[in-house]
């Protein structure tokens, strides 16, 4: 007899895990807060690597749809000065990471699962080891497993651990470019194909840019700024023009090459404070009661592992409950390990870059780890 399973979050991590179980014959429940899969946008664009995040999206049996929306010429990679001098230069090399936009990743997931195992609009507000309870005022309850891939402000968390994020100290704004080979020429001929990173280490200010599909580039400012500083900056998040303002003092010494991009974007912008959990994070392993992706190992995006990592929990976790129906305690324990020892190199390395790209030499340095990675992918 199958296990009741519960996963809680229709984010990566969550769909890869319900695709692999129903691949398998096994059926879970997924409960996603948001009302359908259109409430919200699902942000850039993701470099997906061999061994994880492409290995999971394999075990859905999603290859082909994967390699349908993978863009090969997306691994270009830039790293500039903020005056605009090329320091230094990836184009037209395979490094293994094609990209491809989270709305096209999400998609093909939720193509893989068979319709009524995800239940939209179920925002947990509480839960025990093996009930949830819904702000809708219904519970659900006798679950053989519950899984929490519901994100950074995890509800299933505290019932692993009670280890909750802190603020790295850097917030992003996202910006978005549209129509740009015509709209905005110059900066989709600055940024290229793939992504195009500039540093002003010193300031604790960086612009990326990224490209998306459908002649699209988002565009990055981050920046070192105090905890609640998008409450605070007395910005109005509504109105372009004061968002513009704030960020043309914050980039006033820019090369205009880059910083037109303030005054190009298309008026709406999402600010990000990006928060962390500690980099080696583990907690004594319950019987009923997981967590996978950012509700276990929340990392800054400069490692660009977060998604990888998330998938691969997914996959590994499926595959012990796959191999073990009949004991889920094991199930959990052997792919907690496999997820601890995955996932702490990966956030050691992102907290790293956080502090790194931010502070005086980040710059220099930066493009010395790109330097030592390229030279590894090239060894294999």
């Known amino acids: 007899m199958s296990p009741k399973i519960a996963i809680v979050g229709a984010g990566p ?16 429940t997924v409960f996603e807060s948001d009302a359908s899969p259109t409430a919200r946008p699902q942000g850039g664009s993701l470099d997906l690597h061999p061994a994880t995040g492409q290995a999971a999206l394999a075990a859905c049996g ?44 999400r998609r093909i997931l939720l193509d893989s699962i068979p319709e009524g195992v995800i239940r939209w609009g179920q925002h947990l507000v509480s839960a025990t080891q093996d009930t949830l309870q819904f702000k809708e005022g219904h519970s659900e309850s006798g679950f053989d497993l519950i899984v929490g891939a519901d994100g950074a ?30 709209k905005h020429p110059e900066l989709s001929k600055t940024v290229g194909n793939g992504s195009f990173f500039a540093f002003a280490s010193e300031d604790g200010r960086v612009l990326q840019f990224q490209r998306n599909d459908n002649d699209t580039i988002k565009c990055y400012a981050f920046m070192r700024k105090p905890d609640n500083w ?28 880059l910083s037109r991009v303030i005054e190009e974007f298309d008026g709406t912008a999402a600010v990000r404070p990006l928060y962390t959990l500690p980099p080696i994070l583990r907690w004594p392993s319950q019987k009923k009661v997981t967590i996978i992706g950012d ?8 490692a660009g592992e977060g998604v990888n990592i998330a998938l691969a929990d997914a996959m590994n976790l499926a595959k012990e409950i796959i191999a073990h129906p009949d004991d889920i305690a ?34 220099e340095k930066t493009m010395e780890r790109v330097t030592t990675m390229l030279k590894k992918l090239d060894e294999h």
Request: aromatic share 10%; with cysteine.
């Open 13 to 28: 991590a969550g769909l890869a895990l319900a695709s692999i179980l129903c691949r398998n014959g096994i059926t879970p």
């Open 62 to 105: 999603l290859t082909p749809q994967f390699e349908k929306y993978a863009r090969y010429d997306g691994q270009d990679f830039i790293l500039s000065d903020k005056k605009g001098n090329r320091l230094f230069e990836i184009k037209d090399q395979e490094t293994g990471r094609p990209e491809i936009d989270r709305e096209q990743l």
């Open 153 to 182: 402000w995890s509800k299933i968390r505290p019932l692993c651990c009670y280890v909750n994020p802190f603020y790295s100290g850097i917030t992003g704004v996202e910006m978005t470019l549209r129509e740009t080979s015509t």
């Open 230 to 257: 998008a409450k605070n900056s007395g910005i109005d998040w509504q109105d372009p023009q004061s968002i513009r303002a704030s960020l043309k003092s914050d980039y006033a010494d820019w090369t205009p090459e």
């Open 295 to 302: 509700a276990a190992h929340l990392m800054t995006p400069f």
């Open 330 to 363: 094991g199930a959990i324990h052997e792919a907690e390990v496999k997820m601890w020892d995955g996932a702490k190199d990966a956030a050691a390395l992102a907290w790293e870059n956080t502090l790194l790209r931010y502070e005086p030499g980040g710059l």
